[in-house]
């Protein structure tokens, strides 16, 4: 049930909402969050696809890892159905946003929000990218002890390397480039990616030859499994705070409930931020409107403080739809880290020497563990997939057509493009004997880059947000310097073919549309509208150098949930 007023209105369950929601939870602050999508794990709300859930409950004690197995399969493409950007009722559709070209904007909807698609990687920003590029009006020392209070609970440590990181780290160092081995990344070189995953139980190491079932409690920590773009329930039978994947729902959510002073109201989906203005003065927040998803009715809630977090996406869009003051910048200077996919193939004899086998098997091990750092450029990383994702990745999509259309002559990789036909057979047949590494590039927020919002394109929550996005000069630079030493460093490990895929634009990362310093101050005030804060990933004044935002984000969440309490309550 909902109250009629709160301390403090949160916008959305994702991955910072929740962060911001804990902290001012624990100091003793009533909070509600209303999160649009379902509440998966919740024995008050057995069924989420398939009934209303109108008695979803607030209580830690209803918080069941035994039901979220149920609801969060293994099997991959009936998870990402799951976790579809929509409504829990499902007979519905999912909600449409308008992205330019071929790319797509991924993001999901329910308690956890898109971190239950995130394959956990949460290492900290580039300094540089903070405190060089002029675009932050707080510094990076400031993000410094907010980042290690979110590593602590989300117990992030350095991936466990198997095979396709092996690989990685053996072409890197073959390249020149050195290990890193501080948090704060300053230099290029490669790392252990610093994942909010458990590490897997020491049992599971490869000489201890494990021949049990991965299930809790014979199984404790991460089973190695990878499927953390599909919510990855790992271990099985596990208690829900016992899941391995620091997902916020299972990070953030169990301790803000257990303060008992956090409500959340999934279905919920905020339509319309409420203000007052005295004469001569900017608004003032009052509270929240919102939809309920499975009735259609509408109530409202009034607060002291409300708190965006409802995604760089949405959060624009709301204020757009709530008749909020003008300012340029709302919505403008998205970065999605402009990214590309490198993959490198093997012949079987070339793997025997560095690895003892004849395969890599990228489906084994953490889906993320292998990362390169380049500040100033951006980053790569390789990634596990399984086949289908693998194919849609590397080979399905690209801005340079089929690969017959190109001619790589000059470039350091042998193909570029999609690929079709026996190509295609013969390198996907060979998917054990490949790697994949994913582009990350340091794009820079552009004012033209952002979502707006037009009267005659609307869903049922009003006119839906369209995004534009077209990276620099700059950024593509970055980006074909960035592929150029993904192809370096798969030459050096000894891959006999490498494909660049050039793929479209798509909203993986995406960030900075609401920025700090723009739209939102120093403490992530609205400058426009008193007591109105962002709390999510749109309220980074830049992509934070291509580093995965997660961590950065909730660390800024954390401190504006202190800075909301300086302001406001004390
Ligand atoms: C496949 C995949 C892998 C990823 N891997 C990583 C990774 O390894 N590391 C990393 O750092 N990042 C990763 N990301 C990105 C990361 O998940 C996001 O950057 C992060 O979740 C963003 O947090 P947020 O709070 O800004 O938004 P979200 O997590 O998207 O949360 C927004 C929430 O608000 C809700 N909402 C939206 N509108 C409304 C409304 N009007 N009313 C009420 N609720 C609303 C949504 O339903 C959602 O739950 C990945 C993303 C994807 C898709």
């Not at 798509?506 to 609205?526: F, I, K, P, W, Y």
Request: hydrophobic letters at 35%.
């Amino acid at each position: 049930m909902v109250a009629d007023s709160y301390d403090a209105v949160v916008v959305g369950a994702g991955g910072d909402g929740p962060v911001a929601a804990w902290k001012l939870a624990e100091v003793g602050l009533s909070v509600l969050i209303l999160e649009a999508g379902p509440f998966h794990g919740n024995e008050k709300w057995p069924n989420p696809h398939e009934e209303p859930g109108g008695e979803a409950s607030s209580s830690v004690e209803d918080l069941s890892g035994d039901l979220l197995d149920e609801q969060f399969t293994t099997r991959e493409f009936e998870m990402i159905n799951n976790l579809v950007f929509g409504p829990a009722d499902h007979e519905r559709g999912f909600w449409f946003r308008k992205f330019p070209g071929d790319g797509a904007i991924l993001q999901c909807a329910g308690v956890g929000g898109t971190t239950l698609h995130y394959t956990g990687c949460h290492p900290r920003a580039y300094p540089a990218s903070i405190d060089e590029q002029g675009h932050w009006p707080i510094d990076y020392a400031d993000l410094i002890p907010y980042y290690k209070e979110v590593e602590a609970m989300c117990e992030v440590t350095p991936a466990p390397v198997t095979a396709k990181e092996q690989l990685f780290f053996r072409g890197a160092e073959a390249a020149g480039w050195e290990l890193i081995e501080d948090l704060n990344v300053t230099e290029a070189g490669y790392r252990p990616q610093p994942n909010a995953i458990r590490q897997p139980d020491p049992k599971l190491h490869v000489d201890e030859g494990y021949a049990g079932d991965f299930t809790y409690p014979d199984v404790e920590g991460d089973t190695l499994a990878l499927g953390n773009i599909a919510g990855n329930p790992h271990p099985r039978g596990a208690p829900f705070e016992e899941k391995a994947k620091r997902a916020s729902n299972v990070s953030f959510v169990p301790p803000a409930l257990e303060t008992g002073n956090v409500t959340v109201r999934p279905n919920a989906f905020v339509t319309d931020v409420t203000t007052e203005t005295a004469l001569g003065d900017s608004p003032t927040v009052t509270g929240v409107e919102f939809r309920d998803t499975w009735s259609g009715t509408t109530e409202t809630v009034d607060a002291e403080v409300v708190i965006l977090a409802a995604g760089a996406i949405e959060t624009p869009r709301l204020w757009l739809n709530s008749d909020l003051p003008a300012n340029d910048w709302v919505g403008r200077g998205l970065t999605i880290h402009f990214g590309d996919n490198i993959m490198g193939l093997w012949d079987a004899d070339d793997l025997t020497e560095p690895l003892g086998k004849e395969t890599i098997d990228q489906h084994e091990g953490q889906d993320i563990a292998a990362r390169f750092d380049y500040p100033g450029v951006g980053m790569l990383q390789t990634i596990g997939t399984a086949p289908g994702i693998g194919a849609i990745l590397g080979f399905g999509a690209s801005a340079s057509g089929f690969a017959f259309q190109n001619d790589p002559a000059e470039a350091p990789w042998d193909t570029m493009g999609r690929l079709r036909g026996a190509e295609l057979k013969r390198l996907l047949s060979d998917y054990r004997r490949m790697l994949q590494v994913l582009v990350v590039t340091d794009d820079r927020p552009h004012k033209r880059n952002g979502i707006s919002v037009a009267p005659g394109i609307a869903d049922e929550h009003g006119p839906i947000p369209i995004v534009n996005y077209e990276p620099s000069e700059g950024d593509r630079r970055r980006r074909d310097e960035l592929a150029e030493i993904a192809a370096e460093i798969l030459r050096e490990a000894g891959a006999s073919h490498v494909h660049r895929s050039d793929s479209p634009p798509t909203a993986l990362h995406v960030h900075s549309t609401m920025r700090m310093g723009q739209v939102v101050d120093e403490a992530c005030e609205a400058y426009d509208v008193d007591r109105l804060f962002v709390a999510d990933h749109s309220a980074l004044a830049n992509g934070v150098g291509g580093a995965n935002p997660t961590n950065t984000g909730q660390a800024l969440a954390a401190r504006t949930a202190d800075e909301i309490n300086k302001r406001y309550f004390q």
